[in-house]
C-alpha cells in the first residue's frame, strides 16, 4: 500500500470507531439511570451533590454517556488499531504486539476498578469532610464530584501500564533489570510520593492501598525485563 492508501485506511477505521463510538453513546445516554447509579455508588452515603447551573446537568449528562460509550466500545477500538498496524508486522511482532495491548488494556482496567471500589471511596470521605474551618461548610458540587472520579481513574490506569511501558523500553534496550534493581529503594520513595499525590487523605491505610499495587508491578516488571534481556 502506498502512503495514500494508508492514510485513507486510517482514516475509513476512524470513521469506524468514531460511529460506534456516537452509537453505544447514544444508547448510554438513553440509560441514565443505571449508568449515575454506577457514577454515583462510591459516593460516600451523607455526601449530598447539588449542581448550581441551569444547563450543567445535561451537559454533564451527555459528556458522561460519551465517557461511558467510549469505554463500551474500547475493544473494538483497539481491535481496530492492531488490524491497521498488523499488516505490516511480521507474525512475530504481531503476537507481541497483540499481548501487550491486550496486558496494557487489563491493567488499565484493573488500576480504574481499583479506584473505583476502594480509593476513591475513601478520598471523597476524606476530601469531602475536609474543614479548615468549622465557618466553612463543603457543598460538592456534581461536575467536582465527577471531575474527581474521572481524573483519579484516569491516573491509576495510566501508572498500571508500567510494565507494558518498561517492557517496551527493554525490548528497545533503554531499560535494564539491573537498573531497576539497583534503584529499587528509590522507587518506593517515588511511589509513595505518587500515592500521596494520587490520595491526599493523610490516612496510612488508603496510601498502603495505593502504593502496595504500584510497587508490585514495579516488581513484576524487573521479573518482565529480565526475561525480556534473556
Avoid at 528497545?172 to 533489570?177: D, F, H, P, Q, Y
Wanted: glycine share 4%; proline share 5%.
Amino acid at each position: 500500500m502506498t502512503f495514500w492508501e494508508h492514510l485513507d485506511e486510517l482514516r475509513r477505521r476512524l470513521w469506524y470507531v468514531l460511529l460506534a463510538t456516537l452509537v453505544a453513546a447514544v444508547a448510554c445516554f438513553c440509560f441514565k439511570e443505571p449508568l449515575f447509579a454506577i457514577i454515583l455508588r462510591p459516593k460516600p452515603a451523607d455526601m449530598v451533590l447539588i449542581n448550581v447551573e441551569l444547563t450543567q446537568q445535561f451537559l454533564i449528562h451527555m459528556r458522561v454517556a460519551l465517557w461511558a460509550g467510549l469505554i463500551v466500545v474500547s475493544p473494538y477500538v483497539l481491535y481496530q488499531f492492531f488490524a491497521f498496524v498488523a499488516p505490516g508486522l511480521y507474525a512475530v511482532e504481531r503476537r507481541a504486539t497483540l499481548r501487550a495491548v491486550a496486558a496494557g488494556y487489563l491493567l488499565f482496567l484493573a488500576g480504574v476498578a481499583l479506584n473505583y471500589f476502594i480509593i476513591f471511596p475513601f478520598t471523597a470521605r476524606f476530601l469531602g469532610g475536609y474543614q479548615v474551618s468549622p465557618d466553612v461548610q463543603n457543598t460538592i458540587t456534581l461536575s467536582s464530584y465527577i471531575d474527581v472520579l474521572g481524573v483519579m481513574s484516569l491516573v491509576l490506569g495510566v501508572v498500571f501500564e508500567l510494565p507494558v511501558l518498561c517492557w517496551l523500553l527493554a525490548k528497545i534496550g533503554v531499560l535494564r533489570a539491573q537498573f531497576m534493581r539497583r534503584y529499587r529503594r528509590h522507587a518506593v520513595v517515588v511511589i509513595l510520593i505518587l500515592g500521596a499525590v494520587i490520595t491526599p487523605t493523610g490516612d496510612p491505610f488508603t496510601l498502603a492501598l495505593v502504593s502496595l499495587p504500584i510497587y508490585l508491578l514495579w516488581e513484576v516488571s524487573i521479573l518482565i525485563v529480565k526475561h525480556v534481556e534473556k
